[in-house]
């Protein structure tokens, strides 16, 4: 009876700090419960997403071609200083034309120092061949043939709006020189006149940059430009060079306005993200 009294009194005593350490705590299973995972929202996802730096241009190499698929030039002779007017009067033509690279087919190269500055250079070479028919009925003679040879080059710079975007509007200044080559005979190759030309230039204009990838942009954009020009002239006779006839020296010759439209392509390598 003793004995079982004494057990029984120590089933009803309250526990002993050894005997509570000993016990699992409900609490710390609560605590060692996995962290619910982490909320990330979509705006932040979409935010640090490559889409929204498309078109980074700064430490990328440029490549370009470019054509006029519209040009319109209005020219005027441009006399020496000492020059008379005299009773001579001043020429004046307007003239337009549409296709690619009627005037100049353009090949550049660009580096960007920032994501919206570029500089570069540009070499634009043209060709064109024309025969003028001798349709008067009275007096049929030969026909005029015109051949034409340009070349020009360009140091450029263009700043880009719209950092990192798709569709990247700009604008740009350049000058620089252009010059020619051309000849004017006729059908029977009787003689033919011998036209060189140089020409300080001086333009700009803006257009859009229509990124396709992140690596290729089409380019459409207008540029206005004025041209200074210089000419010497040599006449063929016989296929001899006559040296009593023509000018051997560059004198001005004429000052042309020209405003195109061009349509171009250009890759962009490096740099940007």
Do not use: C
């Not at 079982?4 to 409900?26: K, N, Q, V």
């Not at 935010?47 to 370009?64: C, E, M, T, V, Y």
């Not at 002779?77 to 009067?89: A, K, L, R, Y």
């Not at 003679?141 to 080059?153: C, E, H, R, V």
Request: overall charge negative.
């Amino acid at each position: 009876m003793l004995l079982a009294g004494s057990l029984l009194i120590l089933a009803l005593a309250p526990p002993t700090e050894e005997t509570a350490a000993a016990e699992p705590d409900p609490s710390a299973e609560a605590q060692t419960e996995p962290a619910a995972p982490e909320v990330v929202h979509l705006e932040t996802r979409v935010a640090a997403s490559p889409a929204g730096n498309f078109s980074n241009l700064k430490g990328r190499f440029r490549i370009h071609l470019d054509g006029n698929v519209f040009t319109f030039q209005h020219q005027r002779e441009w006399f020496e200083n000492d020059h008379v007017p005299s009773d001579d009067i001043e020429d004046v033509s307007n003239s337009f034309g549409g296709a690619i690279g009627q005037y100049n087919v353009g090949l550049g190269v660009g580096y960007g120092i920032t994501d919206g500055l570029v500089v570069g250079a540009k070499l634009g070479l043209g060709f064109n061949h024309n025969r003028r028919l001798d349709k008067n009925p009275d007096n049929i003679g030969p026909d005029q043939i015109d051949s034409n040879l340009t070349f020009l080059f360009r140091p450029y710079v263009e700043y880009a709006f719209i950092p990192g975007g798709r569709f990247r509007p700009f604008i740009f200044a350049h000058g620089g020189v252009a010059g020619g080559r051309s000849v004017q005979t006729d059908s029977d190759d009787t003689g033919a006149v011998i036209n060189h030309t140089i020409s300080p230039t001086l333009g700009g204009g803006g257009g859009l940059h229509i990124f396709i990838i992140p690596q290729v942009s089409i380019d459409v954009f207008g540029e206005v430009d004025h041209y200074f020009t210089l000419a010497k002239t040599a006449v063929e006779i016989d296929g001899v060079i006559d040296p009593d006839l023509g000018d051997p020296d560059y004198d001005r010759a004429i000052q042309t306005t020209e405003f195109g439209v061009l349509l171009g392509i250009s890759l962009w390598f490096g740099g940007g993200s």
